[in-house]
């Protein structure tokens, strides 16, 4: 069965494909289970490979495969950098008959996705995040890759005025507004030097997060 698609133009994905990819181009992992990642991204579809690993595809040719940031090496820079767990990419896989772009096989780090109404500590998570951000804001790749384009964070300006005004009434307009001014004056001449996957998206758990990950995926750690 294949993966359900997003995009209008998608590659035919499914565990059988990732399977075969693995045992072609990586015959050490070949006897690994493979199987779906609860819940899957709009970039690429996820399978578990074993217990330690996941098999990361992208999901639409010809739009730079795995990614610049997986296969020029930025995610072991960011890794002393972060106060979270940054994924390690352990073998980048090649196109292939039935499927026509670069791919990559990372370690798996656990981790739940954020359930409304069910976070145990949201106020907690929400620091946290703030940390990562300020952190990730705060890395200093000189010789880094642009992303999207490379386009300047003011370009994304206006679009976030928007998107902060459609959940009025379920955040803090003020305080959300007034972030987007601080972040876009902060970065109005500067191109944005990491890969959007590295900043990872919103999966997190319900207590704090652990990773940043190019799954387009923050996981968090439950609190022990």
């Not at 620091?127 to 003011?154: K, M, N, Y």
Request: proline share 7%.
């Amino acid at each position: 069965m294949y993966t359900r698609k997003f995009q209008g133009v998608e590659i035919d994905i499914s565990v059988a494909l990732a399977a075969r990819l693995i045992a072609e181009q990586f015959p050490r992992w070949a006897g690994l289970p493979v199987r779906p990642v609860g819940t899957q991204g709009t970039w690429c579809v996820n399978y578990r490979l074993g217990d330690h690993l996941v098999i990361r595809l992208p999901r639409v040719p010809g739009t730079g495969g795995i990614g610049t940031i997986l296969e020029q090496g930025v995610l072991p820079r960011l890794a002393g950098l972060l106060p979270v767990e940054v994924p390690e990419l352990v073998g980048l896989g090649q196109p292939a008959v039935g499927y026509p772009s670069t791919w990559g096989v990372l370690r798996w780090i656990d981790g739940d996705v954020p359930v409304e109404g069910k976070l145990a500590a949201p106020d907690l998570l929400a620091t946290d995040l703030a940390v990562f951000l300020r952190a990730l804001w705060s890395v200093d790749l000189a010789d880094g890759i642009p992303a999207d384009g490379g386009e300047p964070l003011s370009t994304f300006h206006e679009f976030t005025l928007r998107t902060i005004d459609n959940v009025r009434g379920v955040i803090d307009n003020d305080a959300a507004t007034a972030v987007s001014f601080e972040s876009d004056a902060l970065f109005h001449d500067a191109n944005w030097r990491l890969n959007s996957e590295s900043a990872a998206s919103s999966d997190c758990s319900s207590s704090r997060y652990c990773r940043a990950a190019p799954v387009g995926a923050m996981r968090a750690k439950e609190s022990s």
